[in-house]
């Protein structure tokens, strides 16, 4: 009867394809598409995440971060999208001198939870318990404003 070799941990690692040639290949290390590939391609792959996607990579490592919060256009397209549900919010802040990046960050959840409000998704509740969890979120008097007019004309 024949034994089959054993595998270690680490030849698991070792033997995963990389882009790196053979003689700069880092044991265990997976390769980093940033920093091998023209910035317009790794911007390319960056701009099919969504945003929470594209803020966990920003926290991948250097590089990535650097790569990431660097682009605008990577942020400025997420921007758009949310500017469609919070257009005076967004442009607000873009007025006030806000990169597209922190304009994002200042409105995504609140464009998430605003559109819940006004597609009517809370219309129904009788008390703050059949609320979901994320359902509130601070916003201004205007916002509520809209909220409570959309809900008025239902």
Known sequence: MQKT??????????????LLPPDKKRRGAPADFVALLPPEVSMRIF??????SLCSAA???RRWRLAIDSNDWLWKKHCLTVRAVCQREIDGDRGSGYSWK????????????????????????HSQNNLPEKSMYP???????????AELER
Not at 47 to 52: E, F, G
């Open 59 to 61: 926290m991948t490592c």
């Open 47 to 52: 701009s099919s995440l969504d945003p929470l």
């Open 5 to 18: 070799p054993k595998r270690n941990k680490q030849s698991l690692t070792c033997g995963e394809p990389t």
């Open 102 to 125: 922190i304009t994002l960050l200042r409105n995504y959840w609140k464009s998430k939870v605003k559109q819940e409000w006004l597609s009517g998704k809370y219309s129904n509740i």
């Open 139 to 149: 916003m201004d008097v205007d916002t509520w404003g809209e909220i409570l007019e």
